[in-house]
């Protein structure tokens, strides 16, 4: 269900009839959810999960479901790819903008996995892109995700970013701006 899902999210996405949801937002709140949704699984894979708020905003306006889908992705590829006994961080950092009313949000997932090789950095958001050291590992997924999520962020006006090194681990930076 879930590939199906992804699939005709990215359909919509690419065909421009994906419109956001617009809401007000608990930015603690928000958090809090997408800790505890993840800290259960992190525990039984045996990795620390660091959680760090760097925020002050209270509320902002967003699309809660596709914030929310773009953050998970980013988290359940960290557990996955993230070996027993090393860590994943996530960090929601924020800062005034150039504009009243309006807050720069900058969200880090950062994980002490198997990394990616630079050759599939380059290809990295494109659709059913898989890194071969992790089909041949096993660990299962689509390659659509993370094609997804990068859709998304800049469907919200953001960027989502990505630095790895191969054995050591890779980290994920999702920048938007929120009205408050």
């Known amino acids: 269900m879930n590939v199906i899902n992804d699939i005709l999210d990215m359909s919509s996405i690419e065909n421009g009839k994906l419109e956001l949801n617009m809401e007000a937002i608990s930015v603690q709140e928000h958090i809090s959810r997408m800790e505890e949704m993840f800290r259960l699984g992190m525990e039984q ?19 809660y479901l596709r914030l929310t889908q773009i953050i998970t992705n980013l988290l359940s590829n960290a557990m996955k ?45 494109q659709t059913f892109e898989r890194e071969k050291n992790t089909t041949m590992s096993g660990v299962s997924g689509t390659g659509l995700g993370l094609s997804i999520a990068h859709n998304l962020a800049e469907l919200m006006g953001g960027t989502l970013t990505c630095s790895s090194t191969l054995g050591v681990g890779t980290e994920f930076i999702f920048s938007f701006t929120a009205k408050t």
Do not use: C
Request: glycine fraction near 8%; avoid cysteine.
């Open 81 to 125: 790819f993230t070996r027993p006994g090393g860590t994943v961080t996530f960090r929601i950092v924020d800062r005034p903008a150039a504009l009243e009313h309006m807050v720069d949000f900058e969200i880090h997932v950062r994980d002490t996995g198997i990394g990616m090789s630079e050759e599939f950095q380059k290809r990295l958001f």
């Open 45 to 63: 894979r045996k990795l620390h999960f660091e959680v760090i708020r760097d925020v002050k905003s209270d509320y902002v306006y967003g699309d």
